[in-house]
């Protein structure tokens, strides 16, 4: 049992540490609507394809599909059009209303101002054999919002929240645009460390 909890507990720091080495903007919160999670991946993609096309942007995306209490998704997502435009830069409602009409099912899409969110998925929405990571969408575009390490930008993506504190994120003011960026270059080939993570997922998720 012992070994299970601290099992458990690496996984999820390292899921953590995964998710927060990228620059996310919105956190989306999606309800299958009686589907089930056999092809919830399935729906997943097609959603993250349908808003690039919808916006005329480019998306990548990552997160976790859980079964616990209920079966429901959170996805992380980042975008960039050629002219340098972000999702933050775009209107919520026409996705909500694309998931809605794809699915029959709810869905809440909140822009992403600190790491909450990212905190919220690894620590709340990784039961023990009652979850499932979503395959990252859009690798290339992923790279581009890596953030440089020790960069004071993402200091105001920290924030307060602890796992054992509470599992809703506190609403504060959004700010009208986030400031610039600065990247890095990779130590590690990205496509390396997700195709770890998605190797290390199904011993957790089924046991």
């Not at 986030?178 to 130590?187: A, F, G, N």
Request: with cysteine.
């Amino acid at each position: 049992m012992i070994d299970d909890f601290r099992y458990y507990e690496a996984y999820r720091n390292g899921l953590n540490d995964f998710l927060q080495t990228y620059e996310w903007e919105w956190f989306c919160s999606l309800n299958l609507g009686g589907h089930k999670s056999v092809g919830a991946g399935s729906y997943v993609k097609q959603f993250t394809r349908e808003v690039a096309k919808q916006e005329h942007i480019r998306v990548c995306s990552a997160g976790v599909i859980t079964m616990h209490p209920q079966l429901h998704i959170h996805l992380l997502m980042s975008g960039l059009d050629k002219h340098g435009n972000t999702l933050n830069d775009k209107s919520r409602r026409p996705s909500v209303k694309l998931w809605q009409n794809m699915t029959r099912g709810s869905a809440e899409i909140e822009y992403i101002y600190d790491d909450g969110a990212v905190r919220y998925i690894s620590f709340c929405n990784t039961p023990p054999k009652s979850f499932e990571l979503i395959e990252p969408y859009g690798l290339e575009l992923m790279e581009k919002k890596r953030l440089i390490k020790g960069d004071p930008t993402p200091k105001s993506r920290k924030s307060s929240w602890h796992p054992d504190d509470s599992e809703e994120i506190i609403e504060e003011p959004i700010p009208q645009r986030r400031r610039h960026v600065i990247r890095r270059q990779v130590t590690v080939p990205p496509v390396k460390r997700v195709n770890y993570i998605l190797r290390k997922a199904p011993v957790m998720a089924n046991g």
